[in-house]
Each structure stands twice: as C-alpha cells, then as structure tokens.
C-alpha cells in the first residue's frame, strides 16, 4: 500500500534537512511608511525562537528585499487611482478578455506600455510569470520545428514556457556570446530560432550584453525574446528598462515585463508587432481561458506606468541608495556581488548560516532579508539579496550594515578582501 502523507513528507524532510525549507514571514506593508511593515504570528526560525513577541510595535520590521522597488506600491496617485476604478467600475473583470472581460482600461494600459516600448501592440497577463509562460509555450509550437536557445539562468517562469513548449531547446552560458554564437552556429539556418534571455538578472544583478546579442540575433536571423522584468520603471529615460536605455528597442521582436515589481501593482505584459501580439492573444491558453485582470489593477499600473514615464526621481534616488550600500558594504568588508544595478547580493555561501543570518537580522534588529537558496540559486552560492530604494535613508543602510557586520562576526563568516 503507498503512503502519500508519508512520501511527501520524506520530500519536505529533505527540504528541511539542506536548510532550504521556506518559512514565510506574515506581514502588513503600511501605506506611508514603507519599508516599514508590521509581522504577525509565529516566525519559527532555525532555533526555534519566534523573533517576534505580542509587545512587537507596528511597523517593527524594516523590509529589505522587497520587489516593490520605487515604493510605487504606496505611491498616492497609484492609490487614488485604484478607488477611484473600484468606486465607478466594481470589484472584478467579470469575465475573460474574449467573454465580456475586455474592459477599457486593460486596453488603454495595452496602449500605454506598446507606447513605452515603441511597439505597436501589448498583450497583459495575470501575471510576469504567466507572460513568460504563456508566450513561450505557444511560440514554441507556432513556430515550425523551432529551437529555442536559452541562457542558463533565465527565471523558471521561462524555463517553464520552453519546457511546455516542447521544442528542441539549446542553453547557453549566462551572457557568454561565444556560446551562444557557437550554438546559433550549429543550428540549420532554416530553422526558426527563439532566442530567450533578461535584460538585468534578478539573483546576481548584472546587466546581458544587450548589443552584442541584438547583433549576433541579426546575423543569424534570430528571433529576441528580452525578459525586463527587473529593468521596467528604472533603466532608460521613460522607464522601459535596458532596451530603452541603450535605444535597443526596435531591435527586440518581444520585450516581456511585469507590472508587480518597479511599478508597484500585479500583472505581466508583453510588447511587440501587432502580428505578433495578436498571434499570442489568439493562441495562448493562459491568455484566453483566464479571467482579466480588475479594472482597478488596471488602473493602478496604468497610473504607475505614466508617472514613472516623465518621473526620474524614484530612479535617481534609488540608484544612490544601492551605490550608497555597496559603498558601505565594502567598508565593513561584507562579500557582495559588484554589479552595476541596484540588486546587492551579499554572499553567505551555505543555506543554513544563510538562514541563520537573516533570523538573527530579524529576530535582533527588525531587519527582514529573505535567504535565497537552491534551486533559486546554485548551491554554494546561498545569498541576501538586498534591493534598497527610495524610500530607504542613509541611516536605514547605515544601521543595516552595522548589524550585518556584527552578525558576520557572530556566526563567524569571512569578511571580502579589501580591495
Ligand atoms: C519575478 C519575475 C518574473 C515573474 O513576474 P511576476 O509578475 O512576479 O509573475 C518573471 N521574470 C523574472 C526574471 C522575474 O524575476
């Protein structure tokens, strides 16, 4: 006889085992005061201890690795805007896009960000995740005996695509162009060539050789597809990520996005030709038989798009704040990966001493940094990523750093060579 309960926690046991077993911590975002937030209930760290008690005041954690980059999330236009759809227009969508869910603003937003990426059409998904996804799958089948070539630390949302995709798939070497040329190479030129990467990489930071790929796509006929997930809202004069910063855009065929991270909201988006576009919209499984997004979402990232257009103070501010940390980090002679955006991995290197760090960041000093590990990570590799913003004061990164450092001493990790 099979013992599910018991096969499945043999599976989380092992989890637990490696240090790599999530614990979620429960939370409440304060609207005027992020990064501050309030946490909830039992946070069982590796000691056991709960690091917060019934005494804990509101607004006890300060949040450090949130995704809402520009604290677009709390912003009072984004806010108003969201009432304001919810008062005149109702709670939910009411139907999918093709059954009486189509409404206005998810196709003004469509129009918005085609016009932020100087495209000719957008498509919105439920989600970043569900873009990526959804448009990779289907590409994959529409285009005849298709390889998909891609970089070897694309998200999983990506992987997932080309996977149910079912087509051929090549991976190269992250941001290595003599890979990637030596795959496109070997590939018969008749062969339709989907070429899958991100602009700037969600774990370490760092930013694709966006030209040199553009170049190499051309010469063998490749077709772009540029995940800006972590670009949107703060690379490029209006916020459309590398591509718009490097004046790339014209060159990628699909450049995918999300509106739940810089712009503060929940959704996913992709821009391109309009027969592109409309190939997706009519083809997709996890466009067509989902439930559009609420007016209100809409309206949300609507609003967040076009303030983040012809505002640069958010992306200034939030630029000094991560060049002010790195700065800092270097001083205490705390390991981080250098890269030029404003995600600060700082390096632990072992999932439990990783898990360790950020409970006692938490538990002593308030300070919320979620370990990343494996598989989200290779292993040996086990990190905080840090993403400090606008809303983030010198003092806040000062105070952070500090207790970073004292922590280091404490579970005794090694400090980065002066340089
Ligand atoms: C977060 C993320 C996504 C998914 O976006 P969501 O809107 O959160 O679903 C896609 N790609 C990358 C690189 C991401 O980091």
């Not at 975002?29 to 990064?35: E, K, M, N, S, T």
Request: hydrophobic fraction near 40%.
């Amino acid at each position: 006889m099979f013992h599910y309960d018991q096969c499945l926690e043999n599976q989380l046991q092992t989890l637990k085992d490696e240090g790599r077993y999530r614990v979620f911590l429960d939370l409440e975002r304060i609207v005027g005061q992020f990064p501050k937030a309030s946490s909830f209930g039992e946070y069982t760290s590796v000691d056991g201890k709960c690091p917060r008690n019934s005494l804990d005041p509101i607004g006890d954690v300060t949040v450090w690795c949130s995704n809402d980059y520009l604290g677009m999330g709390q912003n009072r236009a984004v806010l108003d805007s969201m009432v304001d759809a919810i008062e005149r227009l109702g709670a939910g969508a009411g139907g999918t896009r093709n059954i009486s869910g189509n409404h206005h603003l998810i196709v003004q937003l469509e129009k918005e960000l085609a016009d932020l990426h100087e495209k000719e059409a957008a498509l919105v998904f439920s989600s970043g995740y569900v873009a990526n996804e959804a448009t990779l799958s289907t590409l994959s089948k529409l285009l005849p005996n298709c390889v998909v070539i891609s970089d070897e630390l694309n998200h999983a949302s990506m992987i997932q695509g080309i996977l149910h995709g079912k087509a051929e798939k090549r991976v190269f070497r992250h941001n290595d162009l003599e890979h990637l040329e030596e795959i496109l190479k070997e590939i018969d030129p008749a062969r339709p060539k989907l070429l899958v990467f991100e602009s700037v990489y969600s774990m370490d930071g760092d930013i694709c050789p966006l030209h040199e790929i553009c170049d190499l796509a051309e010469k063998y006929n490749a077709f772009t597809f540029l995940d800006e997930v972590h670009a949107v809202g703060m690379y490029g004069p209006k916020g459309g990520g590398i591509a718009d910063r490097e004046g790339l855009m014209e060159r990628i065929d699909i450049i995918q996005g999300t509106l739940a991270k810089a712009y503060g909201v929940i959704g996913g988006y992709i821009a391109g030709k309009t027969s592109t576009i409309d190939a997706i919209r009519s083809f997709a499984s996890g466009f067509i038989f989902t439930t559009t997004l609420p007016p209100a979402v809409a309206a949300g990232a609507l609003t967040s798009v076009r303030h983040l257009k012809q505002s640069e103070h958010e992306r200034i501010l939030q630029q000094k704040r991560a060049n002010e940390l790195k700065d800092m980090l270097k001083a205490a002679e705390i390991p981080y990966i250098h890269s030029e955006t404003h995600i600060v991995p700082v390096i632990v290197g072992d999932p439990i001493l990783c898990k360790e760090v950020s409970d006692r960041l938490l538990g002593k000093y308030g300070m919320y940094i979620q370990p990343i590990n494996y598989p989200t990570v290779p292993r040996g590799t086990e990190r905080l990523r840090i993403t400090p913003g606008p809303l983030h004061t010198t003092e806040m990164l000062s105070g952070l750093v500090d207790a970073l450092s004292h922590i280091w001493g404490e579970v005794n990790l090694p400090r980065a060579q002066a340089a």
